[in-house]
């Protein structure tokens, strides 16, 4: 059976606004492990300033802690991080892709659009995150459709099926990643086609001029939203939502159980 775990891999804290997460999935299938987004890295934790340039953290208010990290998590569930073979990627942004270097084995897993959007030289991608040369696995469009919407399997050979589900706009290949829970129904992760889940209620929600300027795409990045409250309103009885920063869609909080 496959096990679904949500864990915290970074925080970030920047005065005055809520402090938000790096939410990924570990995905455990019998001994094989998959990571959805890997949040910060130890590289980061040990290098911030040469890895990520102190603008970037100070502007995102990265916290490093060796727990909010893919591979402290890992263990801390009992499992070998050796064991992550296949890590799907929401989108290159660093916030996503910090803890990619360590598991430089497993396959990478994201959409066709993004990893070219990631080597267009655009200043979003911090191009040090990607030095160890990623094992990429890049999906193309596909006909299938899901709830609507174009879906591409990412075949791992899981009990429960995997696919991106592109969600364009805030990067030009930005997806979700749905997954099947081995109870029924769906997870879809959305990454940041909304930062908090009230956007998804709430039409012109404060953080939406924040979402709009961080967009490659804002049209697409609305529609994308569109989408998701479409989803939400007429499929949260067969779909869990849930996106990659609102802490309080994190099972566990910030999980301070662990020395920081
Ligand atoms: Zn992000």
Redesign the pocket.
Known sequence: MTKIHHINCGTLEVDGYPTVVCHCLLIQDHSVLALVDTGIGLNDIRNPVERLGQSLIEQAGFRFREHDTAVKRTESLGLNPADVKHIILTHC?P??VGGLADFPNAEVHLSEEELNHSKSGNPRYVMTMFEHGPKWRTHAPSSRTWFGLEARPISLNFESEILLIPLFGHTLGHCGVAVRKPDGGWLLHVG?AYYLRAELTEEHHPVSAFAAMRADDDTRRLRSLKELRRLHYEHSDEIELFG??DLSELPNGLDRKMPS
């Open positions: 942004d916030d996503h940041d990659y920063h």
